[in-house]
């Protein structure tokens, strides 16, 4: 492949993440106003049982499961939890970043520890090809591309880890992780906000 067809190619994958990006965001806003106008009050109440039961220990263990263990949990979900319950933004922000980054230091570490097994080898050769040539190439960028869009978060943890990218270097770009939180936090204010 030549650098011209390369850098097209990269040039796409940009697009298509911009595209993707900006769609999950009008997704999002749009379940939070559908869940806001139709089970508003459902919604405030599981919100405050939420807070009241499991306050920030709880969005913490929201964040770090899907973002250690790419279960198919949206984190989100526990902004919104947090937010309708009535907790302020930055201990929210700070209980879901703490999660955040506890859960991507726990896939670092799964990737760290797996990475001479058949499994993973298997997979960085054949659908994680793309992203084990990108994390050799251009580690850091990659994790904060996945820190601060939708793409999945634990899965360039594993990845870091397993391509040895140094925990230093892994911890410092996933503090990235609060754009997103603060940017999923807004949006979910929008959405609350536009069927008040």
């Given at each position: 492949?030549?650098?011209?067809?390369?850098?097209?190619?990269?040039?796409?994958?940009?697009?298509?993440?911009?595209?993707?990006?900006?769609?999950?965001?009008?997704?999002?806003?749009?379940?939070?106003?559908?869940?806001?106008?139709?089970?508003?009050?459902?919604?405030?109440?599981?919100?405050?049982?939420?807070?009241?039961?499991?306050?920030?220990?709880?969005?913490?263990?929201?964040?770090?499961?899907?973002?250690?263990?790419?279960?198919?949990?949206?984190?989100?979900?526990?902004?919104?939890?947090?937010?309708?319950?009535?907790?302020?933004?930055?201990?929210?922000?700070?209980?879901?970043?703490?999660?955040?980054?506890?859960?991507?230091?726990?896939?670092?570490?799964?990737?760290?520890?797996?990475?001479?097994?058949?499994?993973?080898?298997?997979?960085?050769?054949?659908?994680?090809?793309?992203?084990?040539?990108?994390?050799?190439?251009?580690?850091?960028?990659?994790?904060?591309?996945?820190?601060?869009?939708?793409?999945?978060?634990?899965?360039?943890?594993?990845?870091?880890g397993?391509?040895?990218?140094?925990?230093?270097?892994?911890?410092?770009?996933?503090?990235?992780?609060?754009?997103?939180?603060?940017?999923?936090?807004?949006?979910?204010?929008?959405?609350?906000m536009?069927?008040?």
């Amino acid at each position: 492949m030549t650098a011209r067809a390369t850098a097209a190619a990269d040039e796409l994958d940009a697009r298509r993440l911009i595209v993707s990006s900006l769609l999950a965001v009008a997704g999002l806003v749009a379940v939070i106003a559908i869940l806001g106008a139709w089970f508003r009050e459902p919604l405030l109440l599981a919100g405050r049982w939420f807070v009241d039961e499991l306050g920030g220990p709880g969005i913490a263990v929201g964040f770090l499961v899907p973002d250690a263990f790419t279960v198919p949990i949206p984190n989100d979900a526990f902004l919104a939890l947090g937010r309708a319950g009535g907790m302020p933004t930055v201990p929210l922000v700070a209980w879901a970043l703490l999660g955040s980054v506890s859960g991507g230091s726990i896939g670092w570490l799964i990737g760290r520890a797996l990475r001479r097994t058949r499994g993973l080898d298997r997979f960085l050769t054949g659908r994680g090809a793309g992203l084990d040539r990108a994390l050799r190439r251009r580690g850091p960028w990659v994790v904060a591309i996945a820190a601060i869009t939708p793409l999945p978060y634990s899965v360039s943890a594993w990845a870091a880890g397993s391509t040895a990218m140094p925990y230093p270097t892994f911890f410092a770009v996933s503090l990235l992780r609060v754009v997103r939180i603060v940017g999923a936090l807004y949006l979910i204010d929008l959405g609350l906000m536009s069927v008040t």
